[in-house]
Structures are given as structure tokens and as C-alpha cells.
């Protein structure tokens, strides 16, 4: 059975259907939960919200954009309501990553020094910038699935995404003098 048949399933009431959608996309909100949540609790309880809501209004879905970018739209709108709520900023938290067994002591420092740097920095980006680039860069979404989730213009999710790059090279470029050799 495929997506859209699972969605008019979803729609027309098949609740096994609607499961097996939220199921799908669960790793999907979670993720971009964590990436725009100050941490994994955080992130947990705003993409089970999320899911919550795809879960009570997938008969709104009107298919005018892919079902994916409808969920990033709805998550992305329940982490900044909650982050009203608790009266945060939105925080990039990086993925983990997968390390060499066995790295020497001095790359293990310097590659957690630089994450940490770039955790920073994308931290201090304003809030507008730090969503178009998180969408884009680290989510991997489209210039117009960005621009759907923050409804905004694909011009200015463009204008965002390389004024948020340029304040990261900027904020970064001091940090990267210091650890390079001469």
C-alpha cells in the first residue's frame, strides 16, 4: 500500500492506517525536535505533541504539499509554542555522531572542541536564521519545503539561510585562526 493510499485510509477513518503513518513519521518529528528543543526531554514531549496533533487533524491534510513537509510544519509549530510556553530559545543539539575506535587523545579534544564551537555558534543565531538553517542544512529540506514550514517566501528563505551562514562563518572564523597551524 502506498503513502497516499495510506493517507486517504487515514482520512476516511482507518485508524490502522493513521498508526501506520504516525509510526513512519515518528523518527521525523523526534528528530527535528531535538534539533530545534534545548534537550531530549524536551524534544520527546514536543514531537509526541506533534504527533498528537497529525494524529487529530489528518483530515485537514488537503495534500496540496507532501505529507512530510505537512508534519515538519506541524512540529516545527509545536516547538516554538512550547518554547513560548517555557520561555526559551530554540537550540540546535547535535546528532551523535559515530567516532573512530580508537582516536588519539589530542583529535578526540579537538573534534569535541570544534562541535562544541559550532554548537555555539548555532545556538547564537536568531531565532529566523537558526530555523532556515537547521531546516535546510542539518534536516536536509528543500528551499521550498523551508519556506512551507515557516511560511515565509523561498526568497527569504534563501536571504535567511545565507545570513544565517555568513554570521556562522563569521562567528566561526576566529575559532578556526585559533586551531589552525600557520
Keep these: 500500500m502506498g503513502e497516499n493510499s495510506l493517507i486517504e485510509d487515514a482520512k476516511s477513518g482507518n485508524k490502522e492506517a493513521l498508526e501506520r503513518l504516525i509510526e513512519k513519521y515518528a523518527p521525523l518529528a523526534f528528530n527535528l525536535s531535538l534539533k530545534l528543543m534545548r534537550n531530549y526531554d524536551d524534544a520527546s514531549d514536543a514531537a509526541q505533541e506533534a504527533l498528537i496533533k497529525v494524529y487529530s487533524s489528518i483530515k485537514k491534510f488537503k495534500g496540496k504539499s507532501l505529507f512530510s513537509t505537512w508534519v515538519y510544519r506541524i512540529t516545527y509549530n509545536t516547538c516554538i ?38 554548537k555555539k555558534a548555532i545556538n547564537a543565531l536568531p531565532d529566523k536564521y537558526r530555523a532556515a538553517v537547521v531546516l535546510r542544512d542539518i534536516m536536509g529540506s528543500s528551499y521550498d519545503e523551508v519556506a512551507e514550514i515557516l511560511r515565509c517566501p523561498v526568497g527569504t528563505v534563501k536571504s535567511r539561510i545565507s545570513r544565517g551562514r555568513d554570521m556562522l562563518k563569521e562567528m566561526l572564523s576566529e575559532y578556526m585562526e585559533q586551531i589552525t597551524p600557520n
Design 81 to 118: 509554542d512550547l518554547q513560548r510556553k517555557r520561555k526559551n530559545n530554540i537550540i540546535y543539539e547535535p546528532d551523535e555522531t559515530i567516532k573512530d575506535p580508537k582516536p588519539l587523545p589530542y583529535d578526540e579534544a579537538l573534534s569535541n572542541e570544534k562541535k562544541e564551537n559550532i
